[in-house]
Structures are given as structure tokens and as C-alpha cells.
């Protein structure tokens, strides 16, 4: 199983960025997907979960309103589109994949390597 994170960079305050994760080696649309992040010195934490049809979707309260968690089962891609991001977004992003609708590291089964992302202010 392989999660390929990808599109992180650096942007300014008040920018967007679209993160794409690719995977292969599983039956996609059997799992749920959820981003985490971890920021330098921080634990790793949960982001956003989206079950496996799209339909249902879950955010932390901090990215609520600007970020937006989707996926192609077609293409085996799940997507994370931030908007207004915020100096405290920076941190590295993962990608993640589970058979529940999970917020916390154990709840899911493969990772993705990760892709940074800064936020300049």
C-alpha cells in the first residue's frame, strides 16, 4: 500500500494551497481518508475525515469554514483545498487511510510521507 501526499509549498497568509494524496495498493473506496498535520515541535494532530462515498465529512474547529476535504474513487485521490490560510497552518501534512470514520492517529492503517506546508505572515 502506498499514500503519495503531495502539492504542499510555501504561500503567504490569506492564500491557498490544494493538497492531493494518490494511492495505490488498496481498494480506495473501502476506506475512509483523513488529513493530519504536524507542526515543529507539536503532536501530530487531526485535520478533517471524509467517509467513502464524499458524503460525510468531519474538520477540527480551527480549519472549519476553510478548508474542504474531498475525493475521486475514480482516480484513487483524496484532496484537501485550503483556503485563508493562517501562519499556524504551517506543518507538515499527511495523508491517511482507515476502515472508520476516525479522528486519531490509531484509528488509521497506512500513511502517506507527508508534504510541507508554510505559511509566511
Known amino acids: 500500500v502506498q499514500l503519495q501526499a503531495f502539492g504542499g509549498g510555501l504561500v503567504q497568509a490569506g492564500g491557498s494551497l490544494r493538497l492531493s494524496c494518490a494511492a495505490s495498493?488498496?481498494?480506495?473506496?473501502?476506506?475512509?481518508m483523513g488529513w493530519f498535520r504536524q507542526a515543529p515541535g507539536k503532536e501530530r494532530e487531526f485535520v478533517a475525515v471524509?467517509?467513502?462515498?464524499?458524503?460525510?465529512?468531519f474538520y477540527v474547529d480551527s480549519v472549519k469554514g476553510r478548508f474542504a476535504i474531498s475525493r475521486d474513487n475514480a482516480k484513487n485521490t483524496v484532496y484537501l483545498q485550503m483556503n485563508s490560510l493562517r501562519p499556524e497552518d504551517t506543518a507538515v501534512y499527511y495523508c491517511?487511510?482507515?476502515?472508520?470514520?476516525?479522528?486519531?492517529?490509531?484509528?488509521?492503517?497506512?500513511w502517506g510521507q507527508g508534504t510541507q506546508v508554510t505559511v509566511s505572515s
Open positions: 471524509l467517509s467513502r462515498s464524499g458524503l460525510n465529512t
Open positions: 491517511a487511510a482507515s476502515k472508520t470514520f476516525g479522528t486519531i492517529d490509531h484509528d488509521y492503517d497506512y
Open positions: 495498493g488498496l481498494t480506495f473506496s473501502d476506506y475512509m
